[in-house]
Protein backbone atom coordinates (compact mmCIF):
# COMPACT_ATOMS: atom_id res chain seq x y z
CA UNK A 1 0.00 0.00 0.00
CA UNK A 2 1.20 3.31 -1.50
CA UNK A 3 1.94 6.07 1.34
CA UNK A 4 0.09 8.88 1.62
CA UNK A 5 2.18 11.79 -0.09
CA UNK A 6 3.92 13.85 1.65
CA UNK A 7 2.91 17.46 2.61
CA UNK A 8 4.39 20.68 0.19
CA UNK A 9 6.34 22.49 2.62
CA UNK A 10 4.47 26.07 2.99
CA UNK A 11 5.93 28.85 0.79
CA UNK A 12 7.85 31.50 2.56
CA UNK A 13 5.84 34.44 3.78
CA UNK A 14 7.20 38.35 3.62
CA UNK A 15 7.54 38.14 7.36
CA UNK A 16 9.66 35.05 7.27
CA UNK A 17 11.77 37.46 4.00
CA UNK A 18 12.35 39.85 6.10
CA UNK A 19 13.62 38.10 9.10
CA UNK A 20 16.17 36.35 6.95
CA UNK A 21 17.12 39.66 5.66
CA UNK A 22 17.47 41.28 9.00
CA UNK A 23 19.32 37.70 10.57
CA UNK A 24 22.18 38.01 7.51
CA UNK A 25 23.29 41.55 8.99
CA UNK A 26 27.02 41.60 9.66
CA UNK A 27 28.06 42.82 13.27
CA UNK A 28 29.13 45.67 11.07
CA UNK A 29 25.54 46.87 10.64
CA UNK A 30 26.49 49.57 13.60
CA UNK A 31 27.82 51.53 11.50
CA UNK A 32 25.32 52.97 9.76
CA UNK A 33 24.04 54.04 13.48
CA UNK A 34 27.17 55.72 14.02
CA UNK A 35 27.14 57.45 10.44
CA UNK A 36 23.67 58.77 11.24
CA UNK A 37 24.15 59.49 14.88
CA UNK A 38 27.21 61.73 14.00
CA UNK A 39 25.83 63.64 11.21
CA UNK A 40 23.28 64.11 13.63
CA UNK A 41 26.37 65.73 15.63
CA UNK A 42 27.61 67.70 13.29
CA UNK A 43 23.87 69.61 11.95
CA UNK A 44 23.38 70.45 15.85
CA UNK A 45 26.97 71.59 15.91
CA UNK A 46 26.14 73.69 12.88
CA UNK A 47 23.33 74.96 14.34
CA UNK A 48 20.61 72.88 11.81
CA UNK A 49 18.54 71.61 14.99
CA UNK A 50 15.40 70.44 13.05
CA UNK A 51 17.42 68.26 10.72
CA UNK A 52 19.45 67.24 13.81
CA UNK A 53 16.58 65.64 15.49
CA UNK A 54 15.32 63.93 12.60
CA UNK A 55 18.51 62.14 12.39
CA UNK A 56 18.53 61.43 15.96
CA UNK A 57 15.16 59.65 15.85
CA UNK A 58 16.74 58.05 13.25
CA UNK A 59 19.74 56.82 14.81
CA UNK A 60 17.47 56.16 18.21
CA UNK A 61 15.22 54.02 16.20
CA UNK A 62 18.19 51.97 14.79
CA UNK A 63 20.04 51.88 17.71
CA UNK A 64 17.34 50.21 19.41
CA UNK A 65 16.66 47.88 16.42
CA UNK A 66 20.39 46.59 16.77
CA UNK A 67 20.45 46.75 20.62
CA UNK A 68 17.57 44.23 20.61
CA UNK A 69 18.89 42.13 18.40
CA UNK A 70 22.26 41.81 19.90
CA UNK A 71 20.51 40.48 23.25
CA UNK A 72 18.23 37.73 21.36
CA UNK A 73 21.67 36.95 19.40
CA UNK A 74 23.73 36.58 22.69
CA UNK A 75 20.75 34.74 24.15
CA UNK A 76 19.69 32.13 21.45
CA UNK A 77 23.07 32.41 19.35
CA UNK A 78 25.70 32.63 21.96
CA UNK A 79 28.35 30.63 19.36
CA UNK A 80 27.32 32.98 16.44
CA UNK A 81 27.31 35.99 19.06
CA UNK A 82 30.97 34.69 19.94
CA UNK A 83 32.20 34.46 16.65
CA UNK A 84 30.76 38.03 15.40
CA UNK A 85 32.33 39.46 19.20
CA UNK A 86 35.81 38.68 17.47
CA UNK A 87 35.60 40.59 14.46
CA UNK A 88 36.49 44.29 14.64
CA UNK A 89 33.13 45.42 13.76
CA UNK A 90 31.94 44.28 16.38
CA UNK A 91 33.01 47.53 18.46
CA UNK A 92 30.54 49.30 15.88
CA UNK A 93 28.51 48.41 18.90
CA UNK A 94 29.93 50.67 21.60
CA UNK A 95 30.71 53.01 19.27
CA UNK A 96 27.36 53.79 18.40
CA UNK A 97 26.25 53.93 21.85
CA UNK A 98 28.57 56.51 22.59
CA UNK A 99 27.77 58.75 19.63
CA UNK A 100 23.61 58.13 20.42
CA UNK A 101 24.78 58.80 24.15
CA UNK A 102 26.77 62.01 23.11
CA UNK A 103 23.97 63.34 21.27
CA UNK A 104 21.64 62.77 23.54
CA UNK A 105 23.34 64.89 26.26
CA UNK A 106 23.69 68.05 24.22
CA UNK A 107 19.52 67.50 24.22
CA UNK A 108 20.17 67.71 28.52
CA UNK A 109 18.83 64.23 29.26
CA UNK A 110 21.50 63.50 31.30
CA UNK A 111 20.30 60.89 32.94
CA UNK A 112 19.67 58.70 29.58
CA UNK A 113 23.05 59.66 28.52
CA UNK A 114 24.39 58.12 31.33
CA UNK A 115 22.62 55.11 31.29
CA UNK A 116 24.14 54.90 27.69
CA UNK A 117 27.86 55.37 28.96
CA UNK A 118 27.19 53.04 31.27
CA UNK A 119 26.33 50.19 29.09
CA UNK A 120 28.84 51.34 26.59
CA UNK A 121 31.93 50.93 29.65
CA UNK A 122 30.53 47.39 30.43
CA UNK A 123 30.80 45.93 26.34
CA UNK A 124 33.84 47.86 25.53
CA UNK A 125 36.58 45.88 27.57
CA UNK A 126 34.81 42.79 26.88
CA UNK A 127 34.02 43.27 23.04
CA UNK A 128 37.85 44.78 23.24
CA UNK A 129 39.70 42.11 24.26
CA UNK A 130 38.02 39.86 22.29
CA UNK A 131 38.75 41.38 19.05
CA UNK A 132 42.64 42.43 20.26
CA UNK A 133 42.96 38.40 20.37
CA UNK A 134 42.48 37.92 16.65
CA UNK A 135 44.50 41.32 15.79
CA UNK A 136 47.06 40.35 13.22
CA UNK A 137 49.29 41.83 10.29
CA UNK A 138 47.36 42.88 6.84
CA UNK A 139 44.07 43.88 8.31
CA UNK A 140 41.35 46.04 7.02
CA UNK A 141 40.41 49.67 7.82
CA UNK A 142 38.06 48.28 10.60
CA UNK A 143 40.76 47.50 13.02
CA UNK A 144 40.88 51.27 14.18
CA UNK A 145 37.65 50.72 15.41
CA UNK A 146 39.63 50.01 18.73
CA UNK A 147 40.14 53.41 18.88
CA UNK A 148 36.77 55.31 17.40
CA UNK A 149 35.56 53.15 20.33
CA UNK A 150 37.77 54.32 23.39
CA UNK A 151 37.67 57.72 21.81
CA UNK A 152 33.73 57.63 22.10
CA UNK A 153 33.80 56.85 25.34
CA UNK A 154 36.12 60.13 25.61
CA UNK A 155 33.78 62.15 24.36
CA UNK A 156 30.92 61.08 25.34
CA UNK A 157 32.75 61.36 29.08
CA UNK A 158 34.12 64.89 28.74
CA UNK A 159 30.27 66.26 27.54
CA UNK A 160 29.18 64.59 30.70
CA UNK A 161 31.94 65.90 33.01
CA UNK A 162 31.48 69.43 31.62
CA UNK A 163 27.48 68.56 31.84
CA UNK A 164 27.50 67.85 35.50
CA UNK A 165 30.78 69.12 36.99
CA UNK A 166 32.54 65.96 37.84
CA UNK A 167 36.45 66.49 37.97
CA UNK A 168 36.38 62.50 38.23
CA UNK A 169 34.76 61.81 35.03
CA UNK A 170 37.10 64.42 33.01
CA UNK A 171 40.09 62.58 34.45
CA UNK A 172 38.62 59.63 33.32
CA UNK A 173 38.31 60.70 29.76
CA UNK A 174 41.75 62.14 29.33
CA UNK A 175 43.07 58.66 30.39
CA UNK A 176 40.70 56.81 27.59
CA UNK A 177 41.77 60.10 25.35
CA UNK A 178 45.72 58.88 25.83
CA UNK A 179 44.46 54.85 25.50
CA UNK A 180 42.91 55.80 22.45
CA UNK A 181 45.66 57.32 20.58
CA UNK A 182 48.03 54.01 21.44
CA UNK A 183 45.75 52.07 19.84
CA UNK A 184 45.79 54.29 17.14
CA UNK A 185 49.20 53.54 16.89
CA UNK A 186 49.27 49.64 17.36
CA UNK A 187 46.40 49.54 14.60
CA UNK A 188 48.18 51.70 12.34
CA UNK A 189 50.72 49.37 12.40
CA UNK A 190 48.64 46.10 11.64
CA UNK A 191 46.35 47.99 8.94
CA UNK A 192 47.13 46.77 5.35
CA UNK A 193 48.05 50.39 3.43
CA UNK A 194 46.73 49.03 0.25
CA UNK A 195 43.35 49.20 1.54
CA UNK A 196 43.79 53.07 0.72
CA UNK A 197 43.43 51.75 -2.79
CA UNK A 198 41.72 48.46 -2.43
CA UNK A 199 39.23 48.85 0.37
CA UNK A 200 35.42 48.67 -0.10
CA UNK A 201 34.63 51.59 1.89
CA UNK A 202 36.06 51.23 5.86
CA UNK A 203 39.54 52.11 5.07
CA UNK A 204 38.18 55.38 5.95
CA UNK A 205 37.74 54.77 9.86
CA UNK A 206 42.22 55.44 9.55
CA UNK A 207 41.04 58.79 8.99
CA UNK A 208 37.73 58.79 11.00
CA UNK A 209 39.86 57.59 14.22
CA UNK A 210 42.14 60.48 14.41
CA UNK A 211 38.61 62.43 13.77
CA UNK A 212 37.14 61.59 16.84
CA UNK A 213 40.33 61.70 18.64
CA UNK A 214 40.47 65.45 17.73
CA UNK A 215 36.52 66.43 19.89
CA UNK A 216 37.57 64.09 22.62
CA UNK A 217 39.96 66.94 22.85
CA UNK A 218 38.07 69.40 22.40
CA UNK A 219 35.83 68.40 24.86
CA UNK A 220 38.16 68.06 27.47
CA UNK A 221 39.23 71.84 27.14
CA UNK A 222 35.95 72.50 27.07
CA UNK A 223 35.32 70.86 30.10
CA UNK A 224 38.39 72.59 32.05
CA UNK A 225 36.80 75.83 30.69
CA UNK A 226 33.67 75.19 32.57
CA UNK A 227 35.96 76.05 35.99
CA UNK A 228 36.94 72.79 36.95
CA UNK A 229 40.36 72.30 37.87
CA UNK A 230 41.47 69.21 35.66
CA UNK A 231 44.92 69.62 35.01
CA UNK A 232 47.66 72.93 35.09
CA UNK A 233 48.15 75.58 32.37
CA UNK A 234 50.99 73.62 30.55
CA UNK A 235 49.05 70.50 29.85
CA UNK A 236 46.08 72.52 28.73
CA UNK A 237 48.66 73.64 26.12
CA UNK A 238 50.18 70.24 25.59
CA UNK A 239 46.30 69.21 25.14
CA UNK A 240 45.39 72.00 22.50
CA UNK A 241 48.26 71.71 20.84
CA UNK A 242 47.92 68.07 19.95
CA UNK A 243 43.56 67.97 19.37
CA UNK A 244 44.57 70.49 16.57
CA UNK A 245 47.61 67.83 15.18
CA UNK A 246 44.69 65.34 15.34
CA UNK A 247 42.59 67.67 13.30
CA UNK A 248 45.30 68.40 10.96
CA UNK A 249 46.33 64.54 10.82
CA UNK A 250 42.51 63.91 9.99
CA UNK A 251 42.17 66.11 7.42
CA UNK A 252 44.88 64.84 5.29
CA UNK A 253 43.65 61.48 5.49
CA UNK A 254 40.45 62.79 4.36
CA UNK A 255 42.13 64.01 1.24
CA UNK A 256 44.43 61.13 0.49
CA UNK A 257 41.15 58.84 0.87
CA UNK A 258 39.13 60.92 -1.33
CA UNK A 259 41.77 61.08 -4.13
CA UNK A 260 42.36 57.45 -3.75
CA UNK A 261 38.75 57.00 -4.22
CA UNK A 262 38.92 59.03 -7.97
CA UNK A 263 42.36 57.51 -8.58
CA UNK A 264 41.34 53.61 -7.86
CA UNK A 265 37.54 53.40 -8.87
CA UNK A 266 36.00 50.79 -6.62
CA UNK A 267 34.71 48.21 -8.59
CA UNK A 268 31.82 47.15 -6.10
CA UNK A 269 28.48 46.55 -6.23
CA UNK A 270 26.01 49.29 -5.55
CA UNK A 271 25.76 48.58 -1.84
CA UNK A 272 28.28 47.53 0.07
CA UNK A 273 27.47 47.93 4.01
CA UNK A 274 30.70 48.84 4.37
CA UNK A 275 30.36 52.52 2.70
CA UNK A 276 29.11 53.46 6.28
CA UNK A 277 32.36 53.29 7.32
CA UNK A 278 32.65 55.83 4.82
CA UNK A 279 30.18 58.01 5.81
CA UNK A 280 30.79 57.71 9.84
CA UNK A 281 34.40 59.18 9.25
CA UNK A 282 33.03 62.11 6.74
CA UNK A 283 31.06 63.34 8.82
CA UNK A 284 33.17 62.62 11.98
CA UNK A 285 35.62 64.67 10.14
CA UNK A 286 33.12 67.71 9.68
CA UNK A 287 31.65 67.17 13.25
CA UNK A 288 35.36 67.76 14.89
CA UNK A 289 35.94 70.93 12.56
CA UNK A 290 32.71 72.29 13.82
CA UNK A 291 34.24 71.02 16.99
CA UNK A 292 38.33 72.30 17.05
CA UNK A 293 36.54 75.40 16.09
CA UNK A 294 34.39 76.12 19.11
CA UNK A 295 36.70 75.15 21.84
CA UNK A 296 40.44 75.06 20.94
CA UNK A 297 41.03 77.12 18.60
CA UNK A 298 40.13 80.92 17.64
CA UNK A 299 39.86 80.36 13.71
CA UNK A 300 36.76 81.43 11.67
CA UNK A 301 37.31 79.93 8.48
CA UNK A 302 37.54 76.08 10.41
CA UNK A 303 33.92 76.46 10.81
CA UNK A 304 33.43 77.25 7.13
CA UNK A 305 35.35 74.21 6.33
CA UNK A 306 33.13 72.09 8.75
CA UNK A 307 29.82 73.11 7.18
CA UNK A 308 31.39 72.25 3.51
CA UNK A 309 32.36 68.79 5.03
CA UNK A 310 29.05 68.13 6.80
CA UNK A 311 27.17 68.65 3.52
CA UNK A 312 29.49 66.63 1.26
CA UNK A 313 28.60 63.97 4.44
CA UNK A 314 24.94 64.78 4.59
CA UNK A 315 25.13 63.84 0.57
CA UNK A 316 27.02 60.69 1.35
CA UNK A 317 24.77 59.68 4.14
CA UNK A 318 21.64 59.81 1.53
CA UNK A 319 23.54 58.00 -0.91
CA UNK A 320 24.26 54.91 0.63
CA UNK A 321 21.09 55.30 2.69
CA UNK A 322 19.27 55.35 -0.86
CA UNK A 323 21.48 52.48 -1.95
CA UNK A 324 21.08 50.23 1.22
CA UNK A 325 17.14 50.38 0.90
CA UNK A 326 17.29 49.44 -2.73
CA UNK A 327 19.51 46.61 -1.68
CA UNK A 328 17.25 45.55 1.36
CA UNK A 329 14.26 45.37 -1.06
CA UNK A 330 15.62 43.46 -3.39
CA UNK A 331 16.99 40.85 -0.72
CA UNK A 332 13.61 40.83 0.62
CA UNK A 333 12.20 40.22 -3.03
CA UNK A 334 13.92 37.68 -3.76
CA UNK A 335 12.90 35.77 -0.64
CA UNK A 336 9.50 36.91 -0.32
CA UNK A 337 6.89 34.58 -2.12
CA UNK A 338 6.39 35.16 -5.98
Not at 7 to 31: K, M, Q
Not at 240 to 252: D, G, I, M, Q, S
Request: glycine share 8%; with cysteine; hydrophobic share 60%.
Amino acid sequence: MSGSPASPSPAPSLGSALRAWWAGRPPTAGAAVMATGVVSIGLHLAGYDVLSRVTLAMTAAAWVALAADFAVRLVRGRERWLTEAGTPGALTAVAATTVLGTRVCALGRVTLAEALLALAVVLWPVLLATVVRQWRRGMPGAVFLCCVATQGLAVQGAVLAKAEAAAWLAHTALVLFWLGLVLYAVALALFDLRQVAEGAGDQWVAGGALAVSAPAGAELLAADDEGLYLWNDDDTGVLRTVTVALLVLALTWYAVLLVAEVRWPRPRPRYDMCRWATVFPMGMTAAATLSVAAAAVDVPSLRGLGEVLLWAAVAAWLAVAAAALAAALASVRARAPR
